[in-house]
């Protein structure tokens, strides 16, 4: 008993001083991508409970926090703003967008390098880190917390904030047409709201298989789990056949963002299988070959591909764009873990600001693209570019900071519960 109480004890002092330290709030990786400006979760929910002890006991074998994922996700997060500013000028995927500078832009083929895979990765991460959530939460916990920061803000938020890009979304794409203007206004403000989900998708998507792992758990009761650890790297590396295969299914006619198959089959890879350490540490021994094949397909697949549209079928499902995605996946991870599993003063920042810049980079962005194609359509292109960039950053960083301190809005447009957290 003794001994059992002084491990117990030593356990906690372990873990107090891994919070309290400088940097130790981000010890303990518990947070989904859409946790990233709530910094401020670490092991309250576990000491707070009636066995104390065993809790204690169970967090002191988790992992510590695993940094390279917080890294992948703002990285990530940052790669998807550079996107979306090629994206609103690009000259190959015509909808929603101003138009390109000339027909063939060069700049274009960061589009073909970057959307294979992206969002797949995101998927990923979401998933891992689902896992490690649940390890230390409730499953009732879990879908409180992903109702809240997942489906609030993909409804409510298009009516108390996200119409404003629909308005602009609208302008831009040709949207207020005489027969649009003559609408009642109402409904107007609802197609609008709708027209503004944009980026939301995303956190649409993850919400709805955040309840299918629910589901899948109560069947699985984690012998699925426990049987990936021992997975081959072999059949992981094969696994690209599946994502294949999943690339098939489940995509929403018209709008192509809703890949239900693939991101799912994604965001499951990453629950059941790359959540155990284990598995990436095997991987990164192939670290270097995995990231050489990687930039070959991603080679091959822009030259092939460049100047067809790479968000529609067959391009964007095709066996060259689902192998690039796949491998592109296991190249970022394994080498973020093995050369990144850091965090630094500006990492940690901006893992807590990424939320906000995803939630609200594209409305400076469209907003700033606008205006300068009406009132300054003779600038260079260069020039354009860098003013859209810096928009998209500073715009969405000055939008988090306002939105989350406004009563109501910062939860319908953030989920944010209470007082704002610094």
Known sequence: ???????????????????????????NNMNTMEDIDMGDNNFDNVTQTNNMGKE??????????RAYLDNIRFITVCIVVIYHVIYIFNGVQPFGVIGPFKDRQIQDAFQYITYPWFMAL?????????????????????????????LVPSTLGLFAFHWILGYYNMLIGGGFEEAMSQMPKPILYVVMAVSGTGVLWFIQVLW??????????????????????????????????VNYLAAQVLNTPMITVYRFGIYGFCFLMGYFVFSHDEIV???????IILAVVAIGLGISYTILYFGENYATEPVINNMLACLFCWFAILAILTNMKKYFDYSTAFTSWMS??????????????????????????????????????????????????????????????????GKKNV
């Open 1 to 27: 008993m003794l001994k059992t109480l002084g491990r117990t004890v030593y356990y906690y002092l372990i873990e107090y001083v891994k919070i309290k330290c400088k940097g130790g709030k981000n010890m």
């Open 56 to 65: 204690l006991d169970k967090a002191s074998e988790s992992p510590l926090r």
């Open 122 to 150: 995101l998927f990923v991460v979401s998933g891992m880190s689902s896992r490690y959530y649940l390890e230390k939460h409730s499953t009732k916990s879990f879908i409180k917390d992903r109702t809240r920061k997942l």
């Open 281 to 287: 540490d095997r991987l990164c021994s192939l670290r």
């Open 352 to 417: 807590r600001k990424s939320w906000s810049l995803y939630i609200f980079h594209y409305l400076p962005l469209a907003m700033v693209a606008y205006y300068l194609h009406i009132y300054a359509p003779g600038l260079p292109a260069f020039v354009v570019y860098l003013l859209v960039v810096i928009a998209a950053f500073a715009g969405a960083f000055v939008l988090g900071e306002v939105v989350s301190r406004i009563p109501v809005i910062r939860y319908c447009v953030l989920g944010i519960k």
């Open 208 to 241: 709805l298989l955040s309840l299918l792992l629910i589901l899948i758990r109560k069947i699985e009761k984690d012998r699925l789990y426990n049987l990936c650890k021992r997975m081959p790297i072999w059949l992981i590396l094969l696994f690209c056949v």
